[in-house]
């Protein structure tokens, strides 16, 4: 018998969250009425919804996107990150900007620099990236969002709802002039 | 005779007018720890007030300490102790990393102190006990490059070598001694040149020994392993990741999935190097990239760095166009190392951009660095370029240089971005030709030659944050308020000290900073958020005291400042704090001495306030405040219309750094209002002795 078909099912399917959280990814549970898994829909959110009353088993987490409900794993894949990876994963990218901005402005607080959203995880392409930040401008949901240009041409990004402009403006010129040696 | 723990146990001690070498005890100057502090101590005894810099009687200390070649984390940096002739010839010290330290202290040796002054171009050879003397009339007047290699190819390729340039050998102010191509010392070049000694060499074989055993070692190191993140320190990666609670775009964490060594064969991915994984630790830090842009990836063979460190900080290029201009395509360096050869080019690069981040912009930061090692320069934490550019664009050149050197100068390749330009700016300033090369004097030196304008030491663009000796800031208010502000008055050149900015570059969240601050240093007012300060306060004196007395400290155990002290870590399940403790706990199983934190910490003290008092010594005077701590207008004057203390500026106030320089001198136990050491602090760190020579020279504070 092969070692995790040895595992209780709760088991199993923590394990495969733990896994696929550490690289990134989230689990549904239509995945777990797939191969290698053999549950019902059913059998799959009773054996989940037995595991939230489990001591063992409390960092799995559920996240809703736009599109569907995922289980992730905050020992491997910590919330911040997953509540970043529903708008990656729905692609709902001007909500992932505006969220990612919201929170550097709020929690560290910083301004974000607009070519962070080249890289991993968004992997935007510039004119992609362009076409967001025009949506987020335009968008009433989304005025706190200000573009803030350095000395430098850099653009940047913040909240007013956590930053004033001048501070705003001070962090910029702090990263790309002052700190750049 | 008792086998030594930690020091080998000996210092060489050589001089040059009489060509003679002499061993000494190491057990003398122990109570200073080893590199920094042997040097002061040595400066302390032996060099007279009143010397200069390239005088005979100038003595020069190359320093390793107790855990060089121990295999510690990031330890192996050699500092080297002598007067700095950029500024005003007060005591001051370089320093380097690379495998030299590492080898001179497998070659039995704690420090070599280098006195007198040859009658004849030398080189000093050491192979463990066996030191000699040798002619470099061969090597005199080449490259650093080709110096090294001709001493490698008598002593073995196995050897390493520190080494001047053209530019040490002329005296020129801001030289730098280098070793293993990329590792340079800046300050002190000049000193080697004018002793006449173009390179050490050195080759050992011998064992360090630890007062530990080697299983508490290896516990040890896989605790620090266990904390440490990347360069400076940085706990955060610069990209979003599943393991990562927090990231910061700023961060030296640049591994990611799809970023790679692009020049390796085949190429390396970084990753995404969870920090569980030691085996991934060298792969969290891709400089090239954060210091060129993404342009460099593709150039990038791997990373490199120095003996026991894990880190590599230094990207390792292969440029092949590079080659079109003369020089090798091969490069490495990190940080200002590369900033300021790529700066020199004022007015930007052949494709019409400026800055960094194109490949012209890369090729010619290639060229000017290979330049700039070759020839030896330094550039004063990349002053020497501002120098450059406030001479140029004010038409001050133009008026101070004779018309036919003027005239013979190829402005056309710097206003072309054309990087041949470069080799006439290292040539002319290397070579002390004519009087374009005086912008290799030092700053304070050639602003007054030039007759600079009022704003060259008031305006931040040029960031002459001490205009009395020249030298500019170095992580100073910019870098929490006061804290970097009083670090960078307390030396007698750019701060050196990274121990504030890597805390607070770390990556981290202000309020999770800010309980990590509460905890070092007694509240969570220590550090204010950037561009959001708030006036002095005792915590922010504990900061700055605690960040010079750590970077002393690793200038003397030896231990890099540009990862140490590991005072956060990347796990939230320690909330983020790392061990600053560790350097005491090293220093007790490696010596055999059992130390504390702060006792450790008090030697550092006895060692910064020796370097205090060498400085009231040398100055004759005990006015610091007012003669030696003094700050430019810019750092308080900047933001016109906003007052200090409130949001959205770096400003600081006159007042309030009067009360924090204050709060620091009584922090450090030394005069609240000279700011020199008094006869109890000196007394209570056990150098009475020197409280006696400042006494009977008038120099102790009433």
Same mark, same amino acid.
């Given at each position: 018998m092969a070692k995790d078909q040895a595992l209780t099912p709760k088991a199993r399917i923590a394990q495969r969250i733990r896994s696929q959280s550490t690289h990134g990814q989230f689990v549904t549970v239509k995945e777990l009425t797939e191969a290698p898994f053999t549950f019902t829909e059913e059998a799959a959110l009773a054996n989940l919804e037995a595991m939230a009353a489990d001591e063992k088993y409390m960092d799995i987490q559920w996240i809703s996107g736009q599109k569907a409900k995922y289980l992730y794993s905050n020992q491997t894949m910590t919330d911040n990150y997953a509540r970043l990876h529903v708008h990656v994963k729905e692609q709902n990218l001007v909500a992932m900007v505006a969220e990612a901005v919201r929170h550097d402005s709020s929690v560290y607080p910083r301004v974000t620099s607009v070519k962070a959203f080249r890289y991993s995880p968004y992997n935007l392409e510039q004119e992609l990236l362009d076409d967001v930040l025009k949506k987020i401008q335009e968008s009433d949901e989304f005025q706190d969002i200000q573009v803030i240009t350095a000395s430098t041409g850099a653009k940047y990004l913040y909240s007013n709802q956590f930053l004033e402009p001048r501070r705003a403006n001070a962090l910029v010129e702090l990263r790309e002039v002052v700190d750049d040696e | 005779m008792a086998t030594s723990k930690g020091w080998s146990g000996k210092i060489l001690r050589v001089n040059l007018t009489t060509e003679t070498i002499t061993t000494e005890d190491t057990a003398k100057y122990t109570d200073f720890i080893g590199g920094m502090g042997f040097g002061y101590k040595v400066m302390w005894d032996e060099v007279p007030e009143g010397t200069k810099s390239y005088d005979p009687e100038n003595k020069i200390i190359f320093g390793v300490g107790p855990f060089t070649g121990t295999g510690i984390p990031c330890s192996s940096r050699t500092n080297i102790t002598s007067l700095m002739p950029t500024h005003n010839h007060l005591i001051g010290d370089s320093h380097m990393g690379g495998h030299f330290a590492a080898e001179l202290k497998y070659a039995g040796w704690d420090s070599i102190i280098v006195e007198g002054k040859a009658s004849s171009p030398v080189w000093l050879r050491i192979e463990n006990d066996s030191v000699t003397i040798e002619d470099a009339s061969r090597i005199w007047g080449q490259g650093t490059v080709q110096s090294t290699a001709d001493v490698c190819s008598i002593m073995g390729a196995e050897a390493h070598v520190a080494a001047i340039g053209p530019a040490g050998e002329n005296m020129v102010n801001q030289a730098i001694i280098i070793t293993g191509g990329s590792h340079s010392a800046g300050g002190h070049g000049g000193v080697m040149g004018s002793k006449n000694l173009k390179a050490i060499g050195v080759k050992g074989t011998l064992p360090v020994y630890m007062g530990g055993t080697k299983e508490a070692l290896i516990d040890l190191d896989r605790h620090a392993m266990s904390i440490i993140g990347s360069n400076n320190q940085h706990v955060v990666p610069s990209t979003p990741m599943p393991w990562a609670e927090y990231h910061h775009n700023r961060s030296r964490w640049t591994a990611r999935p799809g970023l790679f060594w692009g020049n390796a064969n085949p190429p390396v991915e970084t990753g +995404? #190097? %969870? %920090? +569980?994984?030691? $085996?991934s630790v060298g792969l969290r830090c891709q400089k090239g990239v954060f210091d060129h842009g993404d342009i460099a990836e593709d150039y990038t063979t791997r990373m490199g760095g120095c003996q026991s460190c894990p880190i590599r900080c230094h990207s390792q290029l292969e440029v092949p166009e590079a080659e079109e201009y003369g020089v090798s395509r091969f490069a490495a360096n990190t940080c200002v190392g590369w900033s300021f050869p790529r700066s020199i080019m004022l007015k930007g690069y052949k494709d019409g951009? @400026?800055?960094?981040? @194109?490949k012209e912009a890369l090729i010619a930061t290639v060229v000017s660095s290979n330049l700039a090692d070759d020839w030896g320069l330094w550039c004063n934490y990349n002053q020497i370029s501002r120098d450059f550019r406030y001479a140029y664009d004010n038409g001050i050149l133009e008026k101070v240089l004779p018309a036919e050197e003027y005239n013979s100068i190829p402005w056309d390749l710097l206003e072309a971005g054309d990087p041949n330009f470069l080799h006439e700016f290292y040539r002319r300033v290397s070579t002390k030709e004519g009087e374009f090369s005086h912008l290799g004097d030092g700053s304070f030196s050639v602003s007054k030659r030039w007759n600079f304008g009022d704003d060259y030491y008031s305006a931040a663009t040029w960031r002459l944050f001490n205009p009395v000796l020249g030298f500019p800031q170095h992580?100073?208010? +910019? @870098?929490?308020g006061q804290v970097g502000a009083l670090i960078n008055l307390m030396? $007698?050149?750019?701060?050196? #000290?990274h121990s504030h900015v890597n805390f607070t570059g770390s990556g981290l969240p202000i309020e999770v900073q800010k309980e990590i601050a509460g905890e070092i240093w007694g509240s969570p007012d220590a550090l204010d958020a950037p561009a959001d300060y708030t006036r002095m306060n005792p915590y922010k004196a504990n900061f700055a005291k605690y960040s010079i007395v750590r970077n002393v400290l690793h200038d003397s155990l030896t231990l890099c400042n540009w990862m140490w002290p590991l005072q956060v870590s990347p796990h939230k399940e320690r909330n983020y704090l790392g061990d600053t403790a560790l350097e005491a706990k090293f220093f007790s199983l490696i010596t055999g001495i059992e130390k504390t934190e702060a006792e450790l910490d008090l030697d550092a003290e006895r060692i910064f306030t020796l370097h205090r008092a060498l400085t009231v010594k040398q100055m004759g005077t005990t006015d610091m405040r007012n003669k030696h701590d003094v700050i430019a207008d810019y750092v308080f004057d900047r933001d016109p219309d906003v007052e200090p203390f409130t949001s959205g500026t770096i400003k600081m106030e006159r007042e309030d750094m009067e009360v924090a320089k204050t709060m620091f001198y009584e922090a450090m136990g030394w005069d609240a209002d000279t700011g020199a050491p008094t006869r109890a602090c000196l007394e209570r760190l056990g150098m009475g002795y020197v409280a006696d020579e400042l006494e009977a020279k008038g120099l102790l504070p009433a």
């Open positions: - | +995404e #190097c %969870p %920090p +569980e994984d030691m $085996n951009s @400026t800055g960094r981040g @194109t992580h100073s208010s +910019e @870098t929490a030396f $007698n050149r750019d701060a050196q #000290c």
